[in-house]
């Protein structure tokens, strides 16, 4: 009776570990535009600046009112080359930020952080060639 116990065990436990793996491999859905990524994880979001990072990348930051997002977009994506992509927003207020970093396929971000009423910096890095705004987009 032990035995048959440990062996149904041992089955569901590989079934949870094949069942998760096939879940962990299906890719998340990217979005196909910076602002279609800012607004995947908010609302009301329009582009109020953006700046280029080198001939890789571009970084967008987005308002909507009180949040700001920021995205740091390949130009050219082919689903296949993974870049080294960083995004960071940054609130003069209490000098807290919202960064993203890594190895990504399309875009990093997107980074969100409440600044009303205060300064922020923002901007991001491409395969080693970064940019950074300095405080703007006070209020």
Not at 15 to 22: A, F, Q
Request: overall charge positive; some cysteine.
């Amino acid at each position: 009776m032990r035995k048959s116990k440990r062996i149904a065990a041992l089955a569901l436990s590989v079934l949870g570990m094949t069942t998760g793996m096939l879940f962990a491999a299906a890719p998340a859905q990217a979005a196909s535009t910076p602002s279609g990524a800012c607004n995947s994880v908010g609302s009301g979001y329009y582009l109020i600046d953006q700046h280029a990072i080198g001939t890789v990348a571009d970084v967008y930051l987005f308002y909507n009112g009180s949040s700001n997002c920021a995205v740091t977009w390949k130009r050219s994506p082919n689903g296949t080359t993974r870049y080294d992509l960083r995004v960071n927003i940054e609130r003069q207020s209490d000098l807290r930020d919202a960064p993203d970093a890594g190895y990504y396929l399309y875009y990093a971000g997107p980074v969100t952080l409440s600044a009303k009423g205060t300064c922020i910096s923002w901007g991001g890095e491409a395969e080693g060639v970064r940019w950074y705004s300095g405080w703007t987009h006070c209020g």
